[in-house]
């Protein structure tokens, strides 16, 4: 699975699935994708809170986007061979600007580090890859795992964006 769009960890591999394999997702067909990554795409995951089913017009917006734009990664765990989860951001990588970062993680992956350990090595990759400025998470007050991980990754709290959330960001390290 080597290609600019995989990302692996010390437990865990990042595949970026392309606009027309999003599609191909949102579809319903989950075995092509999964038999190219060599991981199973199961329904836990499918029927969970996905960026790749949230994210309204996904494929869509990729494909508008210069180039072999991707934003939304798998979350896989090399050990089992499925997908435990997804992370990414609510839209493109732009030279510049912000992207708010979102994950989940299945219930039977939880509380294992997974989130951190995906966040922290997308994190790494957009900074080296992309010339995005900032990475902001918003996330309710209420849920401790995440807030959790923002600490551990070391966001700072910003003034909020909206009421219903806390936000924290991380900047571009100096080059």
């Not at 990729?62 to 089992?80: C, K, S």
């Not at 997804?86 to 219930?107: C, K, L, N, Q, W």
């Amino acid at each position: 699975m080597e290609s600019p769009f995989t990302i692996a960890t010390r437990r865990l591999q990042l595949f970026a699935p392309s606009s027309a394999e999003i599609a191909e997702l949102r579809s319903g067909e989950r075995t092509g994708l999964g038999s190219r990554i060599g991981a199973t795409i199961s329904e836990e995951w499918w029927l969970g809170p996905t960026l790749v089913r949230l994210l309204l017009g996904l494929p869509e917006k990729m494909a508008q986007e210069p180039g072999d734009a991707r934003w939304v990664w798998l979350v896989i765990e090399p050990i089992t061979a499925n997908v435990v989860g997804d992370i990414g951001f609510h839209g493109p990588m732009r030279d510049d600007a912000t992207v708010e970062i979102g994950y989940s993680i299945i219930p039977r992956a939880q509380r294992f580090g997974y989130a951190t350990e995906a966040a922290s090595a997308l994190i790494r990759w957009t900074f080296a890859h992309t010339r995005v400025a900032q990475i902001i998470a918003q996330i309710n007050s209420g849920n401790a795992p995440s807030l959790r991980v923002a600490a551990k990754l070391g966001m700072q709290r910003l003034p909020p964006i909206s009421t219903e959330y806390l936000c924290f960001g991380i900047t571009r390290p100096p080059a």
